[in-house]
């Protein structure tokens, strides 16, 4: 199945067709098309393949990047302070931007060495976010590779084409 397609699957057919990955985690996405142009975003949070949480939402003028970042942020949003979690996103810039970059930026004024952060006013929100909840963990996950929940959190980010806006 082509990656295209699997944007179209709803909540329950993205059920009944994945099965592997993590059962237990937060996963996000973001989504639009054209790119910039109409976006939406969506997290799932499930403990043992129950859905303890999930939301969405849309942009009608965005990036697909800003829709990446929105997930996180309202996923982090949704963690309380003290819970200890594994946040799943299968966009490597937002994981990279997190993980990686984020403290130098901030060391040095929120200034790259190559030129301007694109997206900071959500970079700045999401690292915040991040420092305020320590013991949720970020990492990468491959993006359509039939991972359960990273497709769940994909058809959530992309109802806005199903549904409309």
Known sequence: MAARDAAF???EQVLQRHHSGPVTGVFTDG???????PGGWGFVWVEENEIIEQKCGFDPDTTNNRMELTALIEAYRGVPRDTVVTVYC????????LNQWAAGWE??????KTG??????LVKELYALAG????ITLKWIR???SSRWNEYADALATTYLREGS
């Open 107 to 112: 060391r040095r004024g929120w200034k790259r």
């Open 31 to 37: 989504s639009c098309d054209p790119n910039p142009g």
């Open 116 to 121: 301007p952060i694109k997206n900071l006013d």
């Open 90 to 97: 299968d966009s490597q810039l937002c994981v990279n931007t």
């Open 143 to 145: 993006a359509h590779s």
């Open 9 to 11: 699957l709803t909540l």
């Open 132 to 135: 305020d909840r320590p013991l």
